[in-house]
């Protein structure tokens, strides 16, 4: 939980969050939508220097990583003076991250900042790293709580689900119909926290001429996201909307549906990075998508996983410490740190992103 962080509830607010986002798009990094003071608590702790930092994405070379890494992570360890990597599979598969996990315990990596593709199936590696000595922050998709110290969460689950089946109903309009749901992995826990948590959202009365009826999933691979974008259309001809809750899915999916018929019929929304999804806001695939800054997300895991590390935080509840540029953040209940709200990307806006 954001410490002193702005709570968007008002046009100025998000207005604020706006500027403060375009004020980071040159370099990618860090937003300090904050206003300083809060809890003081134990977070005046220093970070120890040369701390090795390795950053372990559910695969590399999709953008999104690319950013919440390889500039926000590695920005953050660079003023703290440690030693920034990242290493990792090309494919977001349940089991692929727990060689890299293990190479990464025997080169006494102090912490280990890792996206799981699957909540079990990188415990047991992730518990023999602890026992020799690393820290372990998961960030955008977690474990079971047991196997790490600290998990850094972009939003809150239900916070995610609920932009999502607004901005799907807002663009299919009043009269509803079918819709379904383009996923990344079958094992991914972020994707599955926010499908349960969708299907929550959408039980309410509000949402009563929404039918969610299938969820697909893509593996966070372009063309498999591509093709089963077609797929549902194949198989559900009255679908009104998609889902797609992942930069890899939502970009395919729009890319499809900018090719086809169903452009500007069938709504498309989801979680995008603005530089995917520009050309597809701009050409009417899809009306809006909603995401955070990766950048700060990376930068906050970094900050985070420094501070467990240098024995400022324990990784309880109530645990306290200042993350950079962003200011102070709070470890809540299960050892989650929210990073903030989603954020809307929407024609209006999109051209202040760079990301
Ligand atoms: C993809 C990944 C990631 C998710 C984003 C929104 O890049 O699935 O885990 O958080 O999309």
């Known amino acids: 939980m954001r410490i002193t962080g702005v709570r968007v509830v008002a046009a100025t607010v998000l207005a ?13 990094s860090g937003s300090d939508t ?7 608590g134990n977070s005046t702790g220093t970070i120890k220097e040369g701390l090795k930092v390795a950053f372990l994405p559910k695969q590399v070379n999709n953008p999104y990583f690319e950013t919440s890494d390889n500039k926000g992570g590695k920005s953050a360890v660079e003023e703290f003076k440690g ?26 990596t102090d912490v280990i900042v890792v996206s799981a593709n699957d909540k079990d199936a990188i415990c047991g590696a992730l518990t023999e790293a602890k026992t020799a000595g690393a820290k372990i922050v998961t960030y955008d998709s977690d474990t079971k709580p047991e196997c790490r110290d600290v998990f850094v969460n972009q939003a809150t689950a239900d916070g995610i689900a609920k932009s999502q089946i607004k901005l799907i109903s807002d663009a299919v309009g009043p009269e509803g119909g079918e819709i379904a749901i383009l996923s990344a992995t079958a094992n991914a826990t972020n994707q599955n926290a926010w499908i349960e948590m969708m299907k929550t959202e959408l039980a309410k009365p509000e949402y009563a001429k929404l039918k969610l009826v299938d969820t697909v999933y893509g593996d966070d691979q372009d063309e498999k996201s591509f093709q089963e974008a077609q797929g549902l259309l194949a198989k559900h001809p009255n679908l009104k909307g998609i889902i797609s809750p992942t930069t890899v899915g939502v970009a395919a999916a729009a890319r499809y549906l900018s090719g086809s018929s169903y452009k500007g019929k069938v709504q498309l929304t989801g979680l995008g990075t603005p530089n995917q999804m520009r050309a597809f806001v701009k050409d009417g695939t899809c009306k809006a998508f909603a995401l955070w800054n990766p950048a700060d997300l990376g930068y906050l895991a970094a900050y985070a996983g420094a501070a467990l590390a240098s024995g400022i935080i324990t990784g309880k509840e109530g645990d306290s410490f200042k993350a950079g540029k962003l200011g102070d953040y709070k470890v809540g209940a299960g050892g989650e740190i929210v990073l903030g709200d989603p954020f809307t990307f929407e024609a209006s806006n999109i051209d202040q992103f760079d990301f």
């Open 83 to 108: 030693n920034y990597s990242q290493t990792g599979p090309s494919e977001a598969s349940p089991s692929a991250q727990v060689s890299y996990i293990n190479t990464l315990s025997q080169q006494q």
């Open 16 to 28: 604020a969050l706006t500027l403060a986002m375009g004020a980071c798009a040159e370099d990618g």
């Open 34 to 40: 904050g206003t300083g003071s809060g809890d003081a």
